[in-house]
């Protein structure tokens, strides 16, 4: 489940926004929602608005343990999803409908230590509005994510972690796994997604003695 989520959690277009999906297949020229679309598919939040006051703030914080060297690019993100969106989304004339209504907001990370990352998100981060005349989309927090990548150079790998609402409510911490070797960057492929593991028993013998790991924590903040 973690890998499928991070597909679509994760930063992309420069941690920029996926909203909505699948509509940009059906909409034409001529909509009236086309503006729109265009911003989402150049990256844009699309009809997507921020909640201009957000009130429950928390924070994301990274914990490395035993890291094969720096990590030059750190970036956070949280995931939200209009849970009603079958209600309120625009219908795709191909299939009748609703389109999935979704937002990749990123997170600053600082760095606060030797080992430790912290940024803050918000639960309520978007606005609750009817955008496409079928009634008022709510959201939900999705999850928060972060990637680490050893530089700049997009052929290095990228290490993934995610950490799902369920755990975000139950104050669950999460720490994965990964192998030192793919560190700066995975013989296998270039810009290869490692998504780590909980056990590290699942590796291979000879890279058990060989790990590093990120433990992904959220602390709500005080009101």
């Not at 009817?130 to 999705?142: A, E, F, I, N, S």
Request: hydrophobic content about 35%; overall charge neutral.
């Amino acid at each position: 489940m973690q890998d499928a989520v991070m597909d679509v959690a994760m930063p992309t277009r420069k941690g920029r926004h996926l909203v909505p999906m699948g509509l940009l297949l059906a909409l034409t020229a001529c909509s009236p929602y086309a503006d729109a679309e265009r911003d989402v598919a150049a990256g844009g939040r699309g009809l997507a608005k921020l909640n201009p006051s957000p009130q429950q703030g928390y924070e994301l914080v990274l914990t490395l343990k035993d890291a094969p060297g720096p990590f030059a690019v750190v970036e956070g993100v949280a995931q939200y999803d209009a849970r009603n969106y079958a209600a309120c989304g625009q219908i795709v004339p191909a299939t009748g409908t609703a389109g999935r209504i979704t937002s990749q907001e990123p997170i600053a990370l600082r760095q606060v230590g030797e080992n430790e990352y912290r940024g803050t998100f918000y639960l309520d981060r978007m606005l609750d509005e009817d955008y496409y005349g079928r009634g008022v989309c709510h959201w939900t927090l999705t999850g928060v994510g972060a990637m680490l990548r050893a530089t700049g150079d997009t052929a290095n790998t990228r290490f993934l972690t995610f950490l799902s609402k369920d755990r975000v409510d139950a104050g669950s911490p999460l720490t994965l796994h990964y192998p030192k070797v793919a560190y700066p960057r995975a013989e296998l492929a270039a810009n290869y997604p490692a998504s780590g593991k909980e056990n590290p028993s699942e590796y291979k013998e000879e890279l058990r003695d060989a790990l590093f790991s990120i433990t992904t924590t959220v602390q709500k903040l005080a009101p």
